[in-house]
Structure formats: structure tokens, C-alpha cells
């Protein structure tokens, strides 16, 4: 059973750009949480999406939104992007929302300059 | 809000130690959790535990809950280089609420 897969795997962007990265969970999962790992905040909540609805989110700004498909493939999109918002962006699955067994994907390493 | 306090924050030792390494929390937690991440990779899942005082162990890996239910800790025994990686603790206070992970243990293994 393949793995959590996320696209693209690096990216670069300047200020003020968006951008959108993706997730498609393992097969049959339903839950897809998406997580902002950085050196000084460590690993941050950012939402989580079980069956195309948004059943969690953290602290993070409007700037960060997200989305699931009927497929259970997940999106975020972060807006007018800043240089605090370089970091590793982990998207994780589980078969249903809430349960602790979440697997993630190897994240996505995105650069603002 | 919630916090989860993980020490120590780095640790190097001999392959063939054993090592400890501990979170706690002002809050009172129903799961916690223990990942591994990789250099490059996103976490594993090394150990979960459901019930205070439950001690459960995955190879050379042993975990316990709190009685307190506010702190749990993770030993590794007889450390090998691959051991190498940083260890996240992580609590959940119920099925349904977000996971809050704490700042991880750096762990460094010299052969």
C-alpha cells in the first residue's frame, strides 16, 4: 500500500506570492491533517479535513486555507506569502477524523524569499 | 493554550547506552504518542498509549503514560547509530480534538 505523497517535495517562492501544496493520503484514508514544522515553533496545527469538511483548525491566519477533495486528495494554500512561512508543511492521514494513528507524508520544504 | 514540555532537547551518547527522555504537560492528556522523524521524512508512529500508568514497548523502545496523566516517557535501550533522528512526544486530550506535539528530542549516536 503506497504511502502519504506530497507535491511538490521543494519550493521556492517570493514574497506576496501563494501558493498551493498537495497530499493524497493513503488508500482509504479519510482524514487528512496538514501540520507547519519549523526550528523555532516545531510541529504546528494547521487544519484537518475528514470527508470535504474542515473539522479542526489551529492558530494559523486567514492567509492559510485548505480544501479536501471527494477523493480524499487534500490542498492547502497559503496567500501573500511571508518570509516567516519558509518551512517543512506535513500532511498526515488516518482513517477517520481524530484517531491517534496518523501516518505522514515525507512534507513539502517551501522557501519565501 | 495547551503546551507539552520535551526534554531533554538534545542528547549525544555511545551506541549501546540506554536513553530516557521525557514530556509533561499542565494539562491532562486521554492519548499520548511517540514519533521518529528522519532526516527528510515526516514523523513514524513508534508508540501509542491510551491508558494512565499503560507501559508498552516496541523493540527496544518502551513508553509509559503517566499516572498524572500528565507526562509520559520514552526509553530507548541499547542504542544503535540509526537510533539517530528526533523523537516528538504528542498528546491528545480527546478522539476528535487536534494532536499538540512537543519541540522534540534531538538524539545523536556515536559508533
Known amino acids: 500500500k503506497a504511502g502519504v505523497t506530497q507535491t511538490p517535495r521543494y519550493l521556492i517562492k517570493t514574497r506576496g506570492q501563494q501558493v498551493t501544496l498537495s497530499c493524497s493520503p493513503i488508500s482509504g484514508h479519510r482524514s487528512v491533517s496538514w501540520y507547519q514544522q519549523t ?10 479535513y475528514f470527508s470535504e469538511t474542515q473539522r479542526n483548525k ?8 485548505g480544501r479536501q477533495f ?3 486528495r487534500s490542498e492547502m494554500n497559503v496567500s501573500t506569502l ?3 512561512d519558509s518551512a517543512l508543511y ?3 492521514s488516518s482513517l477517520e477524523a481524530g484517531k491517534e494513528t496518523q501516518y505522514f507524508g515525507p512534507g513539502t520544504r517551501l522557501l519565501v524569499l | 493554550g495547551q503546551q507539552l514540555n ?8 555511545q551506541e549501546g547506552e540506554d536513553v530516557s527522555m521525557n514530556c509533561t504537560s499542565s494539562s491532562i492528556f486521554n492519548t ?13 508512529l513508534l508508540i501509542a498509549l491510551y491508558k494512565a500508568g499503560e507501559l508498552t514497548s516496541n523493540g527496544r523502545l518502551t513508553a509509559q503514560f503517566g499516572i498524572t496523566r500528565k507526562d509520559s516517557f520514552l526509553n530507548i535501550s541499547a542504542s544503535i547509530p ?9 498528546g491528545k486530550r480527546f478522539e476528535g480534538f487536534k494532536t499538540i506535539f512537543g519541540a522534540g528530542t534531538r538524539l545523536f549516536v556515536k559508533a
Not at chain 1, 516545531?42 to 487544519?47: D, N, R, S
Not at chain 2, 520535551?6 to 551518547?13: C, E, G, K, L, T
Request: hydrophobic share 35%.
Open chain 1, 70 to 72: 471527494s477523493n480524499s
Open chain 2, 82 to 90: 540509526s537510533d539517530v533522528g528526533i523523537y516528538f512526544c504528542a
Open chain 1, 90 to 92: 506535513l500532511c498526515a
Open chain 1, 58 to 65: 489551529g492558530n494559523f491566519p486567514g492567509r492559510f486555507s
Open chain 1, 39 to 48: 526550528p523555532g515553533q516545531g510541529l504546528q496545527f494547521l487544519f484537518e
Open chain 1, 82 to 84: 511571508e518570509l516567516g
Open chain 2, 32 to 44: 499520548w504518542l511517540w514519533y521518529k522523524q528522519d532526516p527528510g521524512e515526516g514523523p513514524v
Open chain 2, 6 to 13: 520535551q526534554s531533554p532537547q538534545s542528547m549525544f551518547i
